[in-house]
């Protein structure tokens, strides 16, 4: 049984129980968490399912983050990512990933169908586990992309789509992201992504904002800012932003971001990644 027929099964098994980005990539943490529109190599699985369909590769990541408060204070925070991802079928295209993190594991499927060239649908799920403070839960994800223009992208994602009781223990209610892309001449790339989290206590606004600039046909140098945003490692909505640098060889890209939580607590994280294709 092939991969993309494995992770049918369990889309199907999962589904039926979507999600504030639970994991951060290096590439979209060096942009503030910005990409939801164009999430390369497994973010999609992540951030916008659909986007997976557009990705004809099959993929392999890895990747390890530590977070800490200024001088080596609390909190000490650990997250870890391996994901698998499959989008050489242009009718069904697929990935699943695993994450481990202080505060508990989780696990996120998506999957994805191309209506035309540059449109597709998603559908995502995630099971959350092994936390003594919080109680097991599943949810799901809802989204679409399109390019309807050379220079442009857009994304709709409907993230935590049953919003339980549950799933608030995880501070994770229903959000709605507009994920924007802007290909600037073919020398920068801006992404605005903002969201709404109507159900969640506080400020229901916020944001993230990137880019990245090319340096060369394989060497990536990437901003970015958040606010009012859900930060992975700290397992809360808060406020941030990060610095990374990328390189993409033909069968393999390295990713590397430095970020800094400025709110709720301050933190400083690494994050480093590696991608087999």
């Not at 035309?116 to 799920?125: A, L, P, Q, T």
């Amino acid at each position: 049984m092939s991969f993309r027929y494995i992770t049918l099964l369990l889309v199907l098994t999962l589904s039926g129980s979507a999600f504030a980005t639970d994991y951060t990539s290096p590439r979209a943490a060096g942009m503030g968490g910005a990409g939801h529109a164009a999430p390369l190599l497994n973010d999609a699985i992540y951030m916008n399912p659909s986007v997976i369909s557009l990705l004809p590769a099959y993929q392999v990541s890895m990747s390890h983050e530590t977070a800490k408060g200024p001088d080596n204070t609390e909190p000490k925070v650990l997250v870890e990512n391996v994901s698998i991802q499959d989008g050489t079928n242009s009718l069904f295209a697929a990935g699943l990933g695993y994450t481990r993190k202080t505060y508990g594991r989780e696990v996120n499927v998506g999957a994805a169908e191309r209506i035309f060239e540059k449109y597709g649908v998603g559908i995502g799920s995630k099971f959350l586990f092994g936390s003594d403070s919080r109680t097991n839960a599943q949810d799901a994800t809802l989204s679409a992309v399109g390019g309807p223009l050379d220079w442009f992208q857009g994304g709709l994602i409907v993230d935590n789509l049953i919003a339980s009781d549950k799933m608030k223990e995880w501070n994770q209610y229903r959000e709605f992201i507009l994920g924007t892309k802007f290909n600037i001449q073919k020398i920068m790339l801006i992404y605005l992504d903002p969201h709404l989290v109507p159900g969640k206590p506080g400020d229901s606004f916020g944001y993230e904002a990137g880019v990245e600039l090319p340096l060369m046909s394989d060497l990536y140098i990437r901003g970015g800012t958040n606010k009012n945003s859900f930060q992975p490692a700290l397992g809360t909505y808060g406020d941030g932003h990060g610095f990374g640098i990328g390189w993409a060889a033909p069968r393999m890209s390295l990713d590397v971001a430095l970020t800094k939580t400025i709110h709720p607590v301050p933190t400083n994280n690494f994050l480093f990644s590696v991608t087999i294709l």
